[in-house]
Each structure stands twice: as structure tokens, then as C-alpha cells.
């Protein structure tokens, strides 16, 4: 028990020094001032056309979820998954170094319904997957078309057909039971990216970006594959990292390019922080207490 705990909290500490250095780097490169300014420049209702984008793109991703759920026998309600789903990513983002959102997720699921914590966890893994392999697919259709960077065509789309077809087989060999809804988890998948990428355009619309937007979003993309793996707290500091970076590496404005990855974060943790409600209300999940 004390080990466990020694870890928690050395988790915890590394993901928070992490952020901190990465922010740290990020803010060597970019003047505050001018971050504010933006800020303080950038259109609202376009930043409120991409809030409504991004709470569209989880809609989607809870009912992808849900799929999966639905492949190992477990059949919740939308509304339901919904709101477990909120909570999870509340876990994820502000409580991070401790159980997690997914963690809390295939406890809370096997406490209430009996299910198997093995398939539980599968569904979510699967879930989270997906999510990666449609970031590859739009990630390489956005190589294809950028010219500059010198890529031929042939390589991302032989990755991403080879890849594909050996993900669908290993699914389908050893993985049978969630090979049934394939397609329409993917396809569920390649709707959430679409939706924020979505909503990384009107980000770039509210800061009254003039130019190209594809490289911009071709580094957004790369940010969320690498805000995928938990180093940092929520992705804050690793997103912003690949933005500085690749903004220089693109010959990018790296100070539109950091408030894209600011101001994406923002909205992430509003939509993060509304989980909190189940926190004080566990009634809603028809539970007396929700265990933290």
C-alpha cells in the first residue's frame, strides 16, 4: 500500500514538472504580452462556435464509447454514459496521478453492473484506439496536401492503408468481439476528429488568422496524438511544445500557434470541469456517494 501510494505522488509530481518545464520552454520562445493581447484581440463568437464544436466532438465520443460497451454485453442509456463520460474526464484532467478517468470509469462500471474489469478495460483501450487511428487518417490526408513539406504522397497513404489493414486484423483474430461494430466505432471516430478539427478552425477564425490554416492545423493534429500519452497535466505544456516547434519548423506565427493550443486547452477544461457536478450530485448516476 505504501508503494502504491510512493508512486501516486511521484506520478503526480513528474506530470507536474513536466507541464512546468514544458510551459517554461514554451514561454522562452513566446512573449506573454503578446499572448495577452491576442487574447484580448480574439472574435467571442467564433471562440463560442468552437466550444460548440469541441461539446459536439464528445457527444460523439461517449456514444463511440458506449459502442464498445455494447460489444462486451453492457448496455447503458446515452444519457447515462454521458454523464459517467463527464466524469471521467473531469478525473482525467484535474485529478490527474491518481486513479484517471479511465481507471475510474472501469471501477465504477464493474461496481454497478457485475461487468468483467478485463473487458472494461479493452472497450476503453479499443475506444481510445480508434481515436488514434482517425488522427492518423486526417493526419495523413493533411501530408498529402501541404506541398511543403516534401513528403511523397505514397508514404503517409501506404501507412495509413497498411496500418489500417493490420489493425483490422488483429482486431478481428484476437479481438473478435469488437470487430462486430468496427466500422461504426471508426467511423464515430473519424466524426470526433473531424469535429475538432472543426473547432481548430474557428479558433483560428477568432484570432483573425490571414494566411494558410492547414499547416496550423497539421500541428494541432500532431499535438493531440502526442497529448494523447498522460506525461502532463491534461496535455497543458505538451500541446503547446509541439505548437512552438512545429510553428518554427512550418515558419508559423508561434504566438497564434501557442493561443490555438491556450485557448483549445480552455475549452477543454470548461467542458472538464462540468463533471464536477456529478462529484456533488452523485444522485444523478443514481448512486449515494461517488468514491474518489
Not at 107 to 122: E, H
Request: proline fraction near 2%.
Amino acid at each position: 500500500m505504501y508503494k502504491k501510494k510512493l508512486w501516486s505522488f511521484t506520478k503526480l509530481f513528474l506530470k507536474f514538472l513536466i507541464t512546468g518545464l514544458s510551459l517554461y520552454l514554451v514561454f522562452t520562445k513566446v512573449k506573454l504580452t503578446d499572448i495577452e493581447e491576442a487574447f484580448t484581440n480574439a472574435d467571442f463568437l467564433y471562440l463560442l462556435i468552437a466550444l460548440l464544436f469541441f461539446v459536439a466532438s464528445q457527444i460523439v465520443a461517449s456514444s463511440r464509447l458506449n459502442t464498445f460497451f455494447k460489444s462486451i454485453g453492457l448496455q447503458l442509456s446515452g444519457v447515462l454514459n454521458f454523464k459517467v463520460y463527464l466524469l471521467g474526464m473531469f478525473y482525467n484532467l484535474f485529478l490527474p496521478g491518481g486513479i484517471g478517468g479511465d481507471g475510474y470509469k472501469v471501477f465504477f462500471l464493474k461496481k454497478k453492473y457485475n461487468a468483467r474489469g478485463k473487458d472494461l478495460f479493452f472497450s476503453i483501450f479499443f475506444d481510445r484506439l480508434s481515436g488514434l487511428w482517425a488522427l492518423s487518417m486526417i493526419t495523413a490526408a493533411l501530408i498529402v496536401f501541404i506541398p511543403g513539406l516534401h513528403i511523397r504522397s505514397w508514404i503517409p497513404i501506404t501507412v495509413v492503408v497498411v496500418g489500417t489493414a493490420v489493425y483490422w486484423l488483429v482486431v478481428n483474430f484476437y479481438f473478435n468481439q469488437y470487430s462486430s461494430h468496427f466500422i461504426t466505432t471508426h467511423i464515430k471516430a473519424l466524426f470526433v476528429q473531424s469535429l475538432q478539427v472543426m473547432c481548430a478552425i474557428f479558433l483560428l477564425y477568432a484570432l483573425h488568422l490571414d494566411g494558410k490554416y492547414s499547416p496550423y492545423l497539421l500541428v494541432f493534429l500532431v499535438s493531440s496524438l502526442v497529448a494523447i500519452f498522460p506525461f502532463t497535466v491534461g496535455g497543458l505544456g505538451a500541446r503547446e511544445l509541439v505548437f512552438v516547434y512545429g510553428a518554427n519548423y512550418l515558419a508559423l506565427n508561434q504566438h497564434t500557434a501557442v493561443l490555438i493550443s491556450l485557448l483549445f486547452y480552455c475549452i477543454s477544461a470548461m467542458m472538464c470541469l462540468s463533471g464536477v457536478y456529478f462529484v456533488f450530485n452523485p444522485k444523478r448516476l443514481n448512486e449515494r456517494v461517488i468514491p474518489v
